[in-house]
């Protein structure tokens, strides 16, 4: 008897076990006392499961400040690019950029008619001819009349200076080339001036340059190299 | 610094008298006169474009550009070379070249985004 008799504990036990086993956890979730009640029950737990289904993994777990920041995060970076697109549209409204994209084309045509030239013509020889070509843009400039205001010896000093230096490069371009080197390594490596440039304006003239431009700078840098290989 | 103190035009004049100074060093001693009239002429066509090159450079800066950025910005020449070379010298551009281009194409959209207060005219700017 002792050992077969059922008691009143072991029938709770069974009982509950049996219920917490056959009840489903979705269930449990739904009868919670937190959850509000639904209007309409169908639709609204169709639109909770989409809405569980469609998002990361990641972010189902994150709680619901950290969701929201998720959501909002297309919106700023909407935000970023419509002030790159603003920046860029008051850069080309302004006349410098104008006359920088004038400076490229011209020196495109100054390419062209190297490559045309040089195939007849030795690089030393050209760079002496060419100069009566510059020659006449400067005689076309002393033809208009130059300000009053323009008496700084110090200006015309460092003009001058930018003048032997620019004849100077060119010297020691054709002198590289004669070395009898990769050409176009050598081209690539004289097409990085500007980095010397940049190094002197930010060092000498105080000249600050934004992040972007910090990037822009070293997307040139490649372009400058694969392009001139 | 140049532009700084002087017009585009004085500074450009002076910029081409230091640069014929030194054209005595690469003087040529055999006569221009041997090359065919194209040759020549493409010499100094090279010359002008050259000049007015500089010209420009000097011009952007004047109207308050930076010389970082208007150099740097200047100097993707070659990118309108590649683009230009299959039309006028028939050479083939490689897979190569179109990454060039798409850098050169990122790098002056970024090169050109500016703070206002640094784009803004400078006084007697240069009337082209």
Redesign the interface.
């Known amino acids: 008897m002792g050992t077969g008799s059922i008691t009143s504990e072991h029938v709770w036990r069974e009982a509950s076990s049996e219920a917490t086993s056959s009840v489903d956890q979705r269930d449990v979730v739904v009868c919670e006392p937190s959850a509000p009640p639904l209007k309409h029950p169908d639709i609204d737990q169709d639109r909770i499961l989409a809405a569980q289904t469609s998002r990361p993994a990641a972010a189902m777990t994150q709680p619901g400040p950290a969701t929201d920041l998720n959501l909002a995060a297309p919106s700023i970076f909407d935000a970023q690019v419509a002030a790159l697109v603003s920046a860029v549209r008051r850069s080309l409204k302004t006349k410098w950029f104008w006359y920088a994209i004038a400076s490229s084309l011209c020196w495109t045509g100054w390419a062209f008619t190297a490559k045309i030239g040089s195939k007849e013509i030795p690089p030393a020889t050209m760079e002496f001819i060419s100069s009566f070509g510059f020659v006449l843009v400067s005689l076309g400039v002393l033809r208009r009349k130059s300000p009053a205001s323009d008496k700084s010896s110090a200006g015309k000093c460092f003009a001058l200076i930018s003048g032997i230096l620019l004849a100077l490069g060119g010297i020691s371009l054709y002198g590289a080339y004669r070395t009898g080197y990769n050409a176009s390594m050598i081209t690539a490596v004289t097409s990085l001036y500007p980095v010397v440039t940049v190094f002197c304006a930010v060092g000498f003239l105080r000249e600050k340059l934004n992040k972007m431009q910090v990037v822009g700078l070293l997307f040139a840098v490649a372009a400058m190299f694969i392009l001139s290989l | 610094?140049?532009?700084?103190?002087?017009?585009v035009?004085?500074?450009?004049?002076?910029?081409?008298?230091?640069?014929?100074?030194?054209?005595a060093?690469?003087?040529?001693a055999?006569s221009?006169l041997n090359?065919?009239s194209?040759?020549?002429l493409?010499?100094?066509?090279?010359?002008?474009?050259?000049?007015?090159?500089?010209?420009?450079?000097l011009?952007?800066?004047r109207?308050?550009?930076?010389?970082?950025?208007?150099?740097?910005?200047?100097?993707?020449?070659?990118?309108?070379?590649?683009m230009?070379s299959p039309t006028?010298?028939r050479e083939r551009l490689s897979s190569?070249?179109l990454?060039?281009?798409g850098?050169?194409v990122?790098?002056?959209?970024?090169?050109?985004?500016?703070?206002?207060a640094s784009?803004q005219?400078a006084p007697?700017?240069m009337k082209v």
């Open positions: 610094m140049s532009v700084d103190r002087v017009d035009r004085t500074a450009f004049v002076w910029a081409a008298a230091g640069f014929m100074l030194l054209q060093a690469v003087m040529p055999v221009g090359y065919s194209k040759s020549l493409c010499a100094v066509v090279n010359g002008i474009c050259n000049g007015l090159g500089i010209l420009f450079l011009a952007a800066m109207n308050g550009g930076k010389a970082s950025i208007v150099e740097s910005l200047a100097a993707l020449y070659p990118l309108f070379v590649v230009l006028l010298l190569f070249h990454v060039g281009i850098c050169a990122l790098a002056a959209v970024l090169l050109s985004v500016d703070s206002p784009s005219r007697g700017s």
